[in-house]
DNA sequence: TTTATTGTATATTGTATATGTACAATAGGC
DNA sequence: GCCTATTGTACATATACAATATACAATAAA
């Protein structure tokens, strides 16, 4: 699958594109669309499709390659890695809970009923459990 | 309870403080913890309470106002309102999912264990289902 | 060895954030 | 009713960040 295809960028969302970049990239290589060893696009492929300067995208794939999910070399391109999750700081765990809640919380006054972002959420603890999100 | 003992600003953290201000008065508002009818800190004291300017606050409170939470007038404060949800947009729900996907593949680069995040997650699903969170 | 391709570095420009300062509205005291 | 202190608001400014334009450096492949 192209990440071009699937990956979408809001100019007006107010949220730095380099990051949708990043959050989009990251959901895909957690989720396994992205398996090691594949090719990213280059920045300046992926920048022509969303309509970006290449740039941005490599300040994007920076970002992920820090974390430890990108291989990245001039010639070659971005490989994904075969990454080991870190051990987690009590601080990334206190983070998530707090941004969960706050996700939540636009989520209500944004109108999105309750049961359905129970449902949501219940569905995804669902497959992390059955390690189908990895 | 006043807001400025729970209410934790990061200046480091990257997110804009006005912004962390608004998810983090949200998530008390959507919980209940501040009330209808009560008298949110004055746009000064909770400054001076976060060691920030005043604007900076009011832009905050400026975003709850519009979102219908405060009620927000000259020489009287903000005041909590008695919101209704709306009806969710599309988009609303889509973007709750994309986000909850985002937010879980950030953790789990963080390495927090994939069992926390659903452990957590199964919790809150719990809460809203009994109403616990409004 | 040459060349095209790829990521990187730097400067520039526009936009957003946080602040400083002044203003406008108004509840409460007299 | 008028004054005054308190409160949110408006506007200008400094600074930082985001996105781009352009040039450069590294290197796989011919």
Chains 1, 2 share one sequence.
Do not use: C
């Not at 740039?55 to 291989?71: I, M, Q």
């Not at 080991?84 to 700081?89: E, L, Q, S, W, Y």
């Not at 809640?101 to 219940?122: C, F, Q, W, Y």
């Amino acid at each position: 699958m192209r990440s071009s295809r699937t990956l979408r960028i809001d100019l007006a969302s107010g949220q730095p594109v380099y990051e949708q970049i990043v959050s989009g990239l990251r959901a895909f290589l957690v989720s396994g669309e992205f398996k090691s060893g594949e090719q990213l696009p280059t920045v300046r492929q992926l920048a022509i499709d969303l309509g970006i300067h290449h740039n941005t995208v490599a300040e994007a794939y920076r970002v992920l390659a820090e974390e430890g999910w990108l291989d990245l070399r001039r010639r070659r391109g971005a490989m994904v890695l075969d990454r080991r999750d870190p051990k987690a700081t009590p601080e990334a765990k206190q983070d998530f809970r707090k941004h969960l809640e706050e996700l939540i919380a636009k989520a209500i006054t944004n109108g999105v009923p309750r049961s359905a972002i129970a449902d949501r959420m219940a569905d995804m603890a669902k497959k992390l459990g059955q390690g189908g999100t990895r």
